[in-house]
């Protein structure tokens, strides 16, 4: 059995034959306060899942530059796809436009011949009478 330890006046234990206990040794890293947090910030991103280390396998990164470089091609591809569409809808536009105008001008030929034959027939028919 080990002697009781018996504290003296000035902070210092002492065991029953009179010796100074020795103090554990302090460890200088585990004290840090800067250690201390880098440790609180480890083990939160260890429990949300976040890998803070990037180690990553070949593997995982060849499948994300593989999805980065096909998002940036399908957000390429939608950029010239809507410039096609909107010269698609234009073009439209313009047909529409144009077979109106064509239209107007055909019932323009196809109606003042019989309407400028039937308003002369009438003016003579009123200047006669």
């Known amino acids: 059995m080990m002697p009781p330890l018996q504290p003296s006046t000035a902070g210092v234990v002492t065991d029953s034959k009179g010796l100074i206990v020795p103090k554990k040794i302090l460890n200088p890293c585990l004290e840090s306060s800067d250690r201390q947090n ?62 109106k105008n064509v239209d107007h001008d055909e019932i323009d030929n196809q109606l003042n011949p019989e309407y400028l034959n039937a308003r002369a027939r009438l003016r003579t028919r009123v200047d006669s009478k």
């Open 38 to 99: 880098l440790h609180r910030e480890l083990m939160f991103n260890q429990k949300i899942g976040k890998n803070v280390l990037n180690q990553k396998s070949e593997l995982q990164r060849a499948l994300e530059k593989q999805k980065e470089r096909q998002f940036m091609q399908q957000h390429a591809n939608n950029e010239s796809g809507m410039k096609n569409e909107l010269n698609r809808v234009i073009m439209e536009r313009a047909q529409r436009i144009e077979k």
